[in-house]
């Protein structure tokens, strides 16, 4: 094998060489080495010091290059690159399988329209309150039932104090998770929890507005309180969700 086409390995140097030869721990062996015509770099070799072998076809030693410490760096990196991508492939196919196995139990649309609840509920702006020059405040579902509309200035602030009717709320928005692994006819009911907790949050919401802000309409100014885009979409995927009570209970 010409020079050209030594393999190159990685190496780590045991001992350098004075008036004994120097020893490179090389392939899980220790191999003896000499630096007349092998060391290849400008700084002399130390112990510990992560160093690049060549060998030839016999496997005799060729050169010796030191590693540059940015180099060795940007490697570990590299690695450690690699393995997070690997842990993140295997993450993603075991998550892969648990949705699609839920997806089997609770149905694909079953699956989707909790999905769609879950967004909806905490991210998706259901209602605004408008205050003048104070300023506007959006709310999501989530947001208004801790809202106290007795007091329209915490309402503006976005104040919210989330007690055990919103704690209910959460139990219902996880009853369709839990309802394919119930083996009992009822269970086809907690699909139809979402739809019945908003229902019931809309008219409480509706009932707080109108009480807070009901004297503004006597006096003909503009209601300040509006529901949003939001509120309409957790309803609709709360209705649909909530067809599935009428289906039969899907076996294990």
Known sequence: MSPEMSPRVRSTIIKVPDANPGLLFLNGQQRQ???????????????????????DGGGQITAITAV??????????????????????EAAKLAQQGIGALAARMGKVAL???????????F????????????SETFTFWNLLGVDFNNPLTSVAGASNHGFFAMLGIAAILAPFAAPFI???WSRYLNAAPLAFVVIGF????????????????????????WSWGI?????AALVLASGALKKPATA
């Open 33 to 55: 080495f000499t630096l007349e015509g092998i060391w290849k770099s400008p700084v002399a070799p130390v112990a510990n010091m992560p160093v690049d072998v060549e060998v």
């Open 68 to 89: 540059d410490s940015k180099q060795i760096a940007k490697e570990r990196m590299d690695q450690l690159s690699g393995v997070a991508q690997e842990r993140g492939k």
């Open 112 to 122: 989707g329209a909790s999905v769609l609840i879950w967004v909806a509920w905490f």
């Open 124 to 135: 998706f702006p259901a209602a605004t309150l408008t205050a003048g020059f104070v300023g």
């Open 183 to 185: 083996q009992a006819a």
């Open 203 to 226: 008219i409480m919401t509706q009932m707080g507005v109108s009480k807070a802000f009901g004297d503004l309409a006597k006096l003909g100014a503009p209601n300040p309180f509006s």
């Open 232 to 236: 309409y979409l957790l309803g609709l």
